[in-house]
């Protein structure tokens, strides 16, 4: 079991993930996730450390702040979904799922800061 504690929560990952990437329920069971693969997909987090096999546990940020890779560059304010290799990217259509909002500006590759916030974008970036 795992619990929330100031935002973010423990769980198994289905396989090794990078820190920053964003997440949905893995494949294996409730207990477990793996990397989000498109901004359709439910995303349920951001992985906070790195995990170098399956089955390890990994601290997934649910809500505060927290730190994400970007696929490309964003500035302080930009809403953020998931790549297919689960990197942060503005939406391209409505109806796409948020998983943070951008606190600093950064470049495709940067480790940065964001806060959680789940929602659906209503226009694209």
Not at 3 to 31: M, Y
Not at 39 to 51: E, F, R, W, Y
Not at 99 to 123: E, H, N, P, R
């Given at each position: 079991?795992?619990?929330?504690?100031?935002?973010?929560?423990?769980?198994?990952v289905?396989?090794?993930?990078?820190?920053g990437?964003?997440?949905?329920?893995?494949?294996s069971?409730d207990?477990?996730?793996?990397?989000?693969?498109?901004?359709?997909?439910?995303?349920?987090?951001?992985?906070?450390?790195?995990?170098?096999?399956?089955?390890?546990?990994?601290?997934?940020?649910?809500?505060?702040?927290?730190?994400?890779?970007?696929?490309?560059?964003?500035?302080?304010?930009?809403?953020?979904?998931?790549d297919?290799?689960?990197?942060?990217?503005?939406?391209?259509?409505?109806?796409?799922?948020?998983?943070?909002?951008?606190?600093?500006?950064?470049?495709?590759?940067d480790?940065?800061?964001?806060?959680?916030?789940?929602?659906?974008?209503t226009?694209?970036?």
């Amino acid at each position: 079991m795992s619990v929330i504690d100031s935002g973010w929560t423990a769980k198994k990952v289905d396989a090794a993930i990078a820190k920053g990437i964003i997440v949905k329920k893995g494949a294996s069971s409730d207990g477990y996730v793996q990397k989000a693969t498109a901004a359709s997909d439910k995303l349920v987090g951001i992985t906070q450390d790195v995990t170098t096999a399956a089955d390890q546990d990994s601290q997934i940020a649910v809500d505060g702040p927290a730190k994400i890779l970007v696929a490309e560059s964003v500035v302080f304010g930009d809403f953020l979904t998931a790549d297919a290799d689960g990197k942060g990217i503005k939406p391209n259509n409505a109806n796409e799922n948020i998983v943070a909002k951008c606190m600093q500006d950064g470049s495709a590759g940067d480790l940065i800061a964001c806060v959680i916030c789940f929602g659906k974008a209503t226009v694209a970036e």
